[in-house]
């Protein structure tokens, strides 16, 4: 009997402590009290509740307008969880059309001698920034932060852009107690639903009556307007989907990610139809074909595409190049130099080619689409490609903003070349990191369009040749590398603006932290088309440890790999992305000075992971005084299934644990 009744209490106190209710205003010491997240104890803040409730409400003069009523209550544990107390709210906006934030309302809850300390959010600390052109954000931070804090706000959107929902985010950066979101859709509306991410997500369906009225009146009753669409009142029915997720775990970026939010757990809703009395659409679902012909036949960008007679002169020096590829490079270059990029990411132009052109500044599209002109003016094959950039994120479905950046391609002999004019560092098939995001949409002058990978094929190598011995219990020696493709281009691009000699000595001392640096000699920075030439003499007793008389040497010197392993987590369920094969090439002689023995040396190895994904292997032999260490790590490829993940990470440990190895030494008697 006493089991049986220990049973039903424990069973209430679960259900009750499940369905407990999250009121605005309401915070108990439990939850000031709580010293570490249940779900994960390293977080440095917990979502205890976040909700939303999304409807639709109908306006005589404008139609149906989404509303979506928010409130999130956190809880703050230590000083680096301040961050998640800070909201941002973009909102998006036309000529004609307006989102807007209201009834912001939030508190900061502090326990203070067993009291609750409640201090408010001031209007003052609510402010708006714009972001792009046609994006306003709405911004806050909680007042009075501590650690051990709980912090609520709740506030209210409104948008007249019916076409797509806003998405319902359902995981976060830090772990979340408790997530509901409800979604009412008016019968008249289909929007089609998409899930994404890994957390399983059940969404309860039911049904809500709702009525509306369409005749506008004055404050007499009599009418004034009738609505384009109907006229009187309206009986319909909601459409309802309620989500409760519980316990929900953090999504942690991981290196090698590319943009975690591809990832997160999430229902996106897309608008197929629309059905009222007297008004049938269905025409909003677009296909990308829908997408590029809009795109095309648009005047910010496919009759941009047309013009020629702005750059008629400085055209024809670059069209006498007889040799097409040499043509495609000095175009690419005269374009990079003749209009900078404003950092305004678009696929559309905003002031238009001619404008840029004249002025030398522009967005990407009127930087790239001026390329696409001129490469054709030329004589080169150049077509536009539609892009969503890695921050942006890879579109589920066909929509207007899925893309957000051009680039030019071109097909010559039989291969194509990407070109990207924003970065004075790019070449062909060489794009800045922004643009790497899966594939891209070619668009034909005839309309027609095609998916193009976006990632490289073309191997980035770094290949380094050192000499070194020991000198009065110091090693020295010299090094050379070789660097070419994003090997060569992350090296200018680290040491952009400081190639006087003091400067590019004191960046790679910055670089060699373990090594001190006697000579640096850096040839090519500034010649993108040749490999990049680094020579340093140095000297360093790092890597030497003398323990019992004997002499442990760290073969590798500052040239091995960083000693963490940086996939640390178990499993991943998203990509590696390399972006581009790559591979690493070390040549070591080491000489032994002759009042020196070797005792041990490591063993030669090989490792590799997948089907040929990726390889290393470690050879060393002894020559009289010379011991030659030879390694090679190769990644063949841009991405890294997940299915492939536990087989890489166990690929990078073994190489890490064969780094470690030393060479033995003992001075002669």
């Not at 997240?37 to 917990?46: E, F, G, Q, R, S």
């Not at 509740?49 to 230590?78: A, M, P, S």
């Not at 030497?544 to 073969?555: M, Y």
């Amino acid at each position: 009997m006493k089991t049986n009744l220990f049973l039903f209490f424990f069973i209430v106190t679960i259900f009750f402590s499940s369905a407990q209710k999250y009121k605005f205003g309401k915070v108990s010491k439990t939850e000031l009290r709580e010293k570490k997240c249940p779900i994960d104890t390293t977080a440095n803040a917990c979502i205890l509740y976040k909700g939303r409730k999304t409807f639709f409400e109908f306006d005589k003069d404008k139609g149906f307008i989404i509303k979506e009523e928010h409130f999130v209550r956190l809880k703050i544990y230590t000083k680096e969880g301040f961050e998640y107390a800070t909201e941002e709210i973009p909102t998006y906006h036309t000529s004609f059309k307006r989102e807007q934030v209201t009834y912001i309302k939030g508190y900061t809850y502090n326990l203070v001698n067993g009291k609750i300390i409640k201090t408010k959010l001031s209007k003052k600390n609510i402010y708006k920034e714009k972001t792009t052109d046609n994006i306003t954000t709405v911004k806050f931070t909680m007042p009075n932060l501590k650690p051990g804090s709980v912090v609520e706000w709740k506030y209210t959107f409104y948008s007249p852009f019916i076409t797509e929902l806003n998405d319902v985010v359902l995981q976060y950066d830090i772990p979340a107690k408790k997530i509901h979101a409800s979604i009412y859709i008016p019968e008249f509306f289909k929007y089609r639903p998409y899930q994404k991410g890994f957390l399983p997500i059940n969404v309860q369906k039911s049904i809500s009556s709702n009525s509306i009225n369409v005749v506008q009146k004055s404050r007499d009753g009599t009418m004034l307007k009738e609505t384009n669409f109907y006229y009187g009142s309206l009986d319909y029915v909601d459409n309802v989907q309620d989500i409760d997720m519980n316990n929900v775990p953090a999504l942690r970026d991981e290196p090698y990610a590319g943009n975690i939010n591809n990832y997160r757990s999430a229902l996106l809703y897309e608008l197929v139809s629309y059905k009222f009395p007297n008004t049938i659409r269905n025409d909003f679902a677009v296909s990308w074909e829908d997408v590029v012909n809009e795109t095309y036949s648009s005047f910010k960008f496919g009759e941009q595409l047309k013009k020629r007679k702005y750059f008629k002169k400085d055209i024809e020096t670059l069209k006498n190049i007889s040799d097409p590829s040499q043509k495609l490079v000095a175009v690419f270059e005269f374009a990079k130099q003749k209009i900078k990029w404003n950092k305004k990411k678009d696929y559309l132009v905003d002031k238009g080619v001619v404008r840029a052109y004249k002025d030398g500044v522009g967005n990407v599209a009127e930087v790239n689409l001026n390329l696409i002109n001129l490469l054709n003016a030329a004589g080169l094959e150049a077509y536009p490609v539609l892009v969503s950039t890695v921050k942006h994120g890879i579109p589920l479905f066909a929509t207007r903003t899925g893309f957000n950046y051009v680039i030019a391609a071109v097909n010559l002999n039989g291969k194509r070349y990407l070109l990207d004019a924003t970065d004075p560092l790019a070449q062909p098939n060489l794009l800045p990191e922004r643009a790497l995001n899966f594939q891209g949409r070619l668009i034909y002058k005839d309309g027609r369009s095609e998916i193009i990978p976006l990632f490289s094929n073309n191997f980035s190598s770094k290949i380094t040749k050192i000499n070194y011995t020991i000198k009065d219990d110091e090693i020295t020696g010299f090094a050379r590398s070789l660097m070419d493709n994003y090997y060569a281009y992350f090296y200018r691009k680290a040491l952009k603006g400081q190639t006087s000699e003091e400067n590019l000595k004191k960046s790679l001392q910055n670089k060699y932290e373990n090594i001190d640096l006697i000579v640096t000699r850096v040839k090519n920075i500034d010649n993108l088309y040749k490999k990049i030439k680094e020579t340093v003499k140095f000297e360093t007793d790092e890597y030497l440890e003398e323990i019992s008389g004997k002499i442990f040497v760290s073969p590798l010197l500052e040239w091995n790999f960083d000693e963490n392993n940086p996939f640390k987590s178990k499993e991943r369920k998203f990509p590696v992305f390399f972006n581009y094969p790559r591979i690493q090439a070390l040549e070591i002689t080491f000489t032994v000075p002759d009042d020196y023995e070797v005792i041990s040396l490591p063993k030669a190895n090989q490792y590799s992971f997948g089907n040929n994904e990726g390889s290393y292997n470690y050879s060393i032999e002894q020559k009289g005084n010379n011991i030659v260490i030879k390694t090679t790590y190769i990644i063949n490829t841009p991405i890294v299934a997940p299915s492939s993940y536990q087989a890489l990470r166990d690929f990078i440990d073994k190489i890490l644990k064969k780094q470690q190895e030393k060479i033995v030494l003992k001075k002669k008697s």
